[in-house]
């Protein structure tokens, strides 16, 4: 069993940044990959980017390519989005969450967060 925690949400203007935070518990978390997704009111969860358990590895979808930057640090046991020069459509809840592989596909993620929300005001 693993438990994630997000933070790091809040309002922030067009083009600002933010840094999220997912914080996860167990001494396992070293052995899962991560990804983060989100969701924009009426939309449906989508895939934002994911993670291989030593890092190795990452998978951005296209719409956060090249502004957002996904990161963990085992030894904090915290898994990281740095996003950069934000877009109103970005506005979302955004989800931390953990898979047995590295995968974009929702239902191979095992463990999920409560979420955090970001808004990108223009």
């Known amino acids: 069993q693993v438990q994630l925690v997000e933070s790091g949400g809040g309002l922030v203007q067009a083009g600002g940044s933010l840094r999220l935070s997912c914080a996860a518990s167990?001494?396992?978390?070293?052995?899962?990959?991560m990804g983060w997704f989100r969701q924009a009111p009426g939309k449906e969860r989508k895939f934002v980017t994911a993670?291989?358990?030593?890092?190795?590895?990452?998978y951005y979808a296209d719409s956060v390519k090249d502004r957002f930057t996904i990161s963990r640090d085992n030894a904090k046991n915290t898994v990281y989005l740095q996003m950069n020069t934000l877009k109103p459509e970005d506005t979302a809840v955004y989800y931390c969450?953990?898979?047995?592989?590295?995968?974009?596909?929702?239902?191979?993620?095992?463990?999920w967060g409560q979420g955090t929300q970001v808004t990108v005001s223009s």
């Open positions: 167990g001494r396992t978390f070293s052995s899962y990959a």
């Open positions: 969450a953990a898979t047995k592989v590295l995968t974009d596909y929702i239902h191979d993620y095992d463990y």
């Open positions: 993670i291989s358990w030593n890092g190795g590895s990452t």
